[in-house]
């Protein structure tokens, strides 16, 4: 069974920063695009941000100007910078994998592998 292993969570005030890292098995890191994608309670899951094998990248549209999402080769590791972080944010944060699925005029994961889930809070 695939595994990715997320890191980072936590609960931090609004305004604050948190970094997220996903690490996946290199098998599944050379060749996937990954992402984040987030589930706030009562709500369905988000896509936040993902990066192809070959980084390009894609944000969803809370992410955009606040968040990061970088890809680290040489640890198999995807991390999601989240800075300038909003009340909204809270939720638990799933790392995916998978191949590009073109939507429209933007892409995401095909989601084939999830990660556990880590949860951010953010408090007033």
């Known amino acids: 069974q695939v595994q990715l292993v997320e890191s980072g969570g936590g609960l931090v005030q609004a305004g604050g920063s948190l970094r997220l890292a996903c690490k996946a098995p290199?098998?599944?890191?050379?060749?996937?695009?990954m992402g984040w994608y987030r589930q706030a309670p009562g709500k369905e899951r988000e896509l936040v941000a993902a990066i192809t094998s070959g980084g390009s990248t894609v944000y969803g549209d809370p992410a955009k100007g606040r968040f990061t999402i970088s890809r680290d080769t040489a640890k198999n590791t995807i991390n999601l910078e989240m800075d300038s972080l909003k009340l909204e944010d809270t939720g638990v944060y799933y790392c995916s994998a998978g191949p590009v699925i073109l939507d429209g005029g933007s892409w995401h994961p095909a989601n084939e592998y999830w990660g556990q889930g880590t949860q951010v809070t953010v408090s007033s």
């Open positions: 290199e098998s599944i890191f050379s060749i996937n695009a």
